[in-house]
Nanobody, 128 residues
């Protein structure tokens, strides 16, 4: 079992920036594909971004238009999501997730059912 813990959420004004962190204690963190998802009230949980086990490959949802960046530090067992030019529609609970498979596939990384472990989420609220 991998216990993921997100932090860094909060209230930010439209146009601002925020960096979320996800801690993933354990010796096997560097084996996992890591992803960020978000869920707004009354909406489905949606894919935000993913990063491969080494940190060399990333992919973000097209709808974000490059505003968000995912990166990781395997030495610290951490994955991050840096969010720029935030909009009110970015308001959601943000979750990090881990996929043990090490498979780097766009279809797989965007499918929340493929992830084995989830954090409890951190709330991001963007005011207009």
């Amino acid at each position: 079992q991998v216990h993921l813990v997100e932090s860094g959420g909060g209230l930010v004004q439209s146009g601002g920036s925020l960096t979320l962190s996800c801690a993933a204690p354990g010796r096997t963190f560097s084996d996992y594909v890591m992803g960020w998802f978000r869920q707004a009230p009354e909406k489905e949980r949606e894919f935000v971004a993913a990063i491969d086990s080494s940190g060399g490959k990333t992919y973000s949802a097209d709808s974000l238009n490059g505003r968000f960046t995912i990166y990781r530090d395997n030495a610290k067992n951490m994955v991050y999501l840096h969010m720029n030019r935030l909009k009110p529609e970015d308001t959601a609970i943000y979750y990090c997730a881990a996929d043990r498979s090490r498979i780097w596939s766009r279809n797989r990384m965007m499918n929340r059912g493929m992830y084995d472990y989830w954090g409890q989420g951190t709330q991001v609220t963007v005011s207009s």
